[in-house]
C-alpha cells in the first residue's frame, strides 16, 4: 500500500505502509531504481523542527531529516544496470519566506561517519561574509539521539578553493570542522573540485553541490566518512533575492 507517492509522468518518489522510500527515475541511459529504509529514527532540526533564518516573523522554514537509510537496488549508467548499496540521507525542508535582506547564501554539510554519528550543519553568510547569528546545525548519535548545535558551539574554517572557469566563482573545497563539545575534529574534501551545477538560465542560480570525503577525530578516536556539501551565494544575484 501506497502512503504518499509524488510522480512526474514515470519518474516517481513514494513511501509505502512499510516505511520504505522507493525512487525510480530514467532518462536517456541514466536512471535511479532503489529502496530506501531509515536506519535510525526522523529528527527534528532546531526548536521542535521550526529552523529560524532570520529576526523577521516567518523568515525560517520546517526542517527535519532522516540521517541515515540504508539504501539498495539499481543504477542504470550509460544504458547499462548496475547494482548498489549504501547508506543515504533524506532532508525535508518547507516553509514560506526564508532569508533577509542581508544574508548572500550559505555553507550546509550533511555528513555520516563510520562509528555510526551523523551530523548535520550549515553557515548563513552575510553580504559581510560574517556567519550569520541563525547559523546551527545537528548531532545524531549512534543510536539515533539528537542534539542541537548553536552557532557559538561550531567553528569552521575554510582550506583550498577551487575557481570555476564557466562561472568565474571561488568555491572553499575544503573545510574544517570542530565541536568542541561533542569532542569532534573533522576534515572535508570535495570527492571532485567540479560538482558546480549552472541553473542560472532555468532557476536564476548557479552553485556547488555534491560528494565530500571526512577524516577526523571523535572522542580522540580517529575516524572517516562521506558526506554531501552545498554552498550557496558565489556567484549571481544573493539567495535572499531569491528566497523571501
Known amino acids: 500500500m501506497t502512503v504518499t507517492r509524488v510522480w512526474n509522468e514515470d519518474w516517481e518518489a513514494h513511501l509505502d ?7 525510480r527515475a530514467a532518462d536517456n541511459g541514466i536512471g535511479v531504481d532503489l529502496i530506501l529504509d531509515p536506519a535510525k529514527p526522523p529528527i527534528q ?16 522554514s520546517h526542517y527535519y531529516s532522516e540521517t541515515r537509510m540504508t539504501t539498495a537496488g539499481s543504477l542504470i549508467v550509460d544504458g547499462k544496470k548496475v547494482a548498489v548499496q549504501g ?14 535582506a542581508k544574508q548572500k547564501g550559505w555553507d550546509w554539510f550533511s555528513i555520516q ?12 553568510r552575510r553580504d559581510d561574509n560574517s556567519r550569520d547569528r541563525h547559523s546551527s546545525g545537528t548531532f545524531v ?11 557559538d558551539q561550531f567553528k569552521l574554517d575554510q582550506g583550498a578553493s577551487w575557481k570555476s572557469q564557466a562561472s568565474g566563482a571561488t568555491y572553499p573545497i575544503e573545510w574544517h570542522i570542530s565541536i568542541p563539545d561533542k569532542n569532534l575534529d573533522l576534515n572535508i574534501k570535495a570527492a571532485l ?4 551545477l549552472r541553473a542560472a538560465q532555468s532557476s536564476g542560480t548557479t552553485y556547488w553541490e555534491g560528494s565530500v ?20 551565494g558565489y556567484t549571481g544575484r544573493a539567495m535572499s533575492e531569491l528566497l523571501r
Open 213 to 232: 570525503d571526512i577524516k577526523g577525530k571523535h572522542n580522540g578516536r580517529d575516524v572517516t566518512g562521506r558526506g554531501y556539501l552545498e554552498m550557496t
Open 113 to 124: 561517519l563510520d562509528d555510526g554519528t551523523d551530523l548535520m550543519l550549515f553557515q548563513l
Open 45 to 60: 532540526n532546531d526548536a521542535e523542527g521550526v529552523s529560524a533564518k532570520g529576526d523577521e516573523p516567518g523568515n525560517g
Open 141 to 151: 548519535d549512534k543510536d539515533g539521539q539528537a542534539c542541537g548545535i548553536a552557532v
Open 193 to 196: 573540485a567540479d560538482q558546480e
Open 17 to 23: 505502509s512499510s516505511g520504505h522510500h522507493i525512487l
Open 87 to 100: 547508506l543515504s540521507w533524506m532532508d525535508h525542508e518547507f516553509g514560506t519566506t526564508f532569508l533577509e
